[in-house]
C-alpha cells in the first residue's frame, strides 16, 4: 500500500490506572484512528529473573493490564469503524480452543474487526507458570496458531501435533472473517520472516535500536517468494512510531501500511491531548 494510503493505529496498556479502554476506542475512532492495539501479560512472576528487553525496571503496567479480549469487546461496543488488535496476545500462555472461542467470539461481536496481533514472549518465568518451556515458545506457537486456524474453518475440526491435539470437534461461531483474522507475528528475529511465510497473515515488529527494518522487508519478500506467496497479501504494521513527521514518513516508504502511535497508560487529561497530537501527524504526513 502507497503511502496516501497509509493508516494509523494507537496502542495502550489497559490498566486500572489509565484512560477507560471505552472511552479510548470512541476518542480514537472520533479521530480517525483506523485501529486500537491492546497488549496482555497474564501476570509478572515476582522473580523477575527474566529481564526485560526494555532494559531497567519493568514498568508496573505490564502487571495491571486487564485482559485484551475483554477490553477489546468493551470497545467493540462503543464503535462501529475501529479495527481491534492484540498487540500482541501470548499464545503460548493460552489454550487453543478456549482462544480459538475467544477470537471467533469477539470477531462476531465487532462483525470483523479483529486483527490478532500473536507473539510467543519473552519471560521465561511467566511462561512457565503455564506449562511452556521457554526453549518450546516457538513451536507451542506454531502449532497453536494451526490448530485455531482448523477450529476457526473447518467443522468438525481436528489437529494432532506434538504440543496439541484434539480429535474432531463442533466449536461455532466461527469468525465474521474467513478462516479466521489476520494473525500478525509480533517479532523481528532472523526466524521471524519463514514463521509469517508459513502460518502468518502480517508482520507487526517494534520500530527500536537494533531492528534493520529495511532488511526485514528484504527477508519477509524473500521468504514469502520461496512459498509462493505475494508480499502484497500481507498486513504490514509497525509499533513504536514517535512524534517525527520524518521518521513516520520514512516507515511509510519502507512499505508499512499501518503505523501504530504509542500512548502512556495515563488519564484522559494526559492522553487526549497525545491523541490529538498523533491525528494532526498523520494528516500532515498523508
Do not use: Q
Given at each position: 500500500?502507497?503511502?496516501?494510503g497509509t493508516l494509523f493505529g494507537v496502542t495502550m496498556f489497559p490498566t486500572d490506572e489509565a484512560m477507560d479502554i471505552v472511552q479510548l476506542a470512541a476518542a480514537a475512532e472520533a479521530r480517525g484512528f483506523d485501529a486500537l492495539f491492546l497488549p496482555e501479560h497474564t501476570h509478572i512472576p515476582a522473580s523477575r529473573l527474566t529481564p526485560w528487553p526494555g532494559g531497567g525496571e519493568l514498568p508496573r503496567e505490564y502487571y495491571r493490564t486487564q485482559d485484551p479480549f475483554v477490553a477489546l469487546a468493551a470497545a467493540a461496543a462503543v464503535t462501529t469503524r475501529l479495527k481491534l488488535g492484540t498487540g500482541i496476545a501470548l499464545v503460548t500462555e493460552r489454550d487453543p480452543i478456549l482462544m480459538a472461542k475467544q477470537v471467533a467470539s469477539l470477531d462476531l461481536v465487532s462483525n470483523g474487526r479483529l486483527l490478532l496481533g500473536i507473539g510467543a514472549g519473552w519471560n521465561a518465568e511467566e511462561m512457565a507458570n503455564h506449562g511452556v518451556a521457554f526453549e518450546k515458545r516457538w513451536s507451542v506457537l506454531r502449532e497453536r496458531v494451526l490448530a485455531m486456524r482448523a477450529i476457526w474453518s473447518d467443522d468438525p475440526a481436528s489437529f494432532h501435533g506434538e504440543h496439541v491435539s484434539f480429535d474432531p470437534i463442533h466449536a461455532w461461531p466461527k469468525p465474521v472473517q474467513p478462516g479466521g483474522p489476520p494473525v500478525l507475528l509480533g517479532a523481528s528475529s532472523r526466524y521471524a520472516f519463514a514463521r509469517i511465510a508459513e502460518y502468518g497473515?502480517?508482520?507487526?515488529?517494534?520500530?527500536?535500536?537494533?531492528?534493520?527494518?529495511?532488511?526485514?522487508?528484504?527477508?519477509?519478500?524473500?521468504?514469502?517468494?520461496?512459498?509462493?506467496?505475494?508480499?502484497?497479501?500481507?498486513d504490514l504494521t509497525l509499533f513504536?512510531?514517535?512524534?517525527?513527521?520524518?521518521?513516520?514518513?520514512?516507515?511509510?516508504?519502507?512499505?508499512?501500511?499501518?503505523?501504530?502511535?504509542?500512548?502512556?497508560?495515563a488519564p484522559a487529561d494526559k492522553v487526549v491531548p497525545l491523541l490529538d497530537r498523533y491525528a494532526e501527524l498523520a494528516a500532515a504526513v498523508t
Open positions: 500500500m502507497g503511502a496516501a497473515d502480517g508482520w507487526m515488529p517494534i520500530a527500536r535500536p537494533g531492528v534493520d527494518l529495511a532488511d526485514g522487508m528484504v527477508r519477509l519478500e524473500a521468504a514469502m517468494a520461496a512459498v509462493g506467496r505475494e508480499m502484497a497479501s500481507l513504536g512510531a514517535g512524534p517525527d513527521p520524518e521518521r513516520v514518513k520514512r516507515y511509510m516508504g519502507l512499505g508499512f501500511n499501518r503505523i501504530v502511535f504509542g500512548l502512556p497508560p
